[in-house]
């Protein structure tokens, strides 16, 4: 979607240039290629942090899951302990 803003942006220079003398070719080229970076730089960014958040979703499911496992053991340590405990009543 932002490569299309890009695009429209680009055609707009050109055709705007073509009215326009003070505007040459080269200038509204690195005026193209700057753009296209920085929205590269951007949308790299955007991705570093969307995989940062996931990392720290995955990390914190983890600990949730590993919690949820010691709860379960010690329950069942309880309960083997009651077993015990009943049949040697």
Do not use: P
């Amino acid at each position: 979607m932002e490569l299309v803003a890009i695009v429209f942006l680009a055609i707009y220079l050109i055709y705007g240039s073509t009215f326009n003398e003070k505007y040459n070719g080269w200038w509204i080229s690195i005026y193209i290629v700057g753009l296209i970076i920085f929205w590269s730089y951007v949308r790299g960014l955007a991705l570093l942090e969307t995989k940062r958040e996931l990392d720290e979703l995955k990390d914190f499911e983890l600990q949730n899951i590993e919690n949820y496992a010691n709860k379960i053991e010690e329950m069942y340590q309880g309960l083997r302990r009651f077993r015990h405990d009943y049949l040697k009543v």
